[in-house]
């Protein structure tokens, strides 16, 4: 089943995707690899592929899940590393 999500992007991944949100529908349940593989391709984000962590309405998803539960309305952050001194 494909569930209606909001993709929020931060610092290099907004500049590279060139704005804040989007929306996209996504299958649930889905594996973090997948749902970071899907994100990568679908947005263009191969350059920052390896540094990106995703947030799950807030809170960070486990890497190593294999079951990751959508629902409609949720809200997927996208959080390259960030630098700063």
Same mark, same amino acid.
């Given at each position: 089943?494909?569930? /209606? $999500?909001?993709?929020?992007? !931060?610092?290099?991944?907004? @500049?590279?995707?060139?704005?804040?949100?989007?929306?996209?529908?996504?299958p649930s /349940? #889905?594996?973090?690899?997948?749902?970071? @593989?899907?994100?990568?391709?679908?947005?263009?984000?191969h350059d920052?592929?390896?540094? #990106? #962590?995703?947030?799950?309405?807030e809170e !960070?998803?486990? $890497? @190593?899940?294999?079951?990751?539960?959508?629902? /409609?309305?949720? @809200?997927?952050?996208?959080?390259? /590393?960030?630098?700063?001194?």
């Open positions: 089943m494909l569930v /209606p $999500v909001k993709v929020l992007f !931060f610092a290099k991944s907004r @500049e590279i995707v060139g704005k804040k949100s989007s929306n996209l529908a996504l /349940p #889905i594996s973090y690899k997948t749902l970071l @593989e899907t994100l990568i391709t679908t947005y263009l984000l920052i592929a390896q540094n #990106i #962590i995703l947030s799950l309405n !960070f998803c486990n $890497v @190593e899940s294999t079951e990751i539960v959508l629902k /409609p309305g949720d @809200e997927l952050a996208v959080i390259p /590393p960030l630098s700063g001194g």
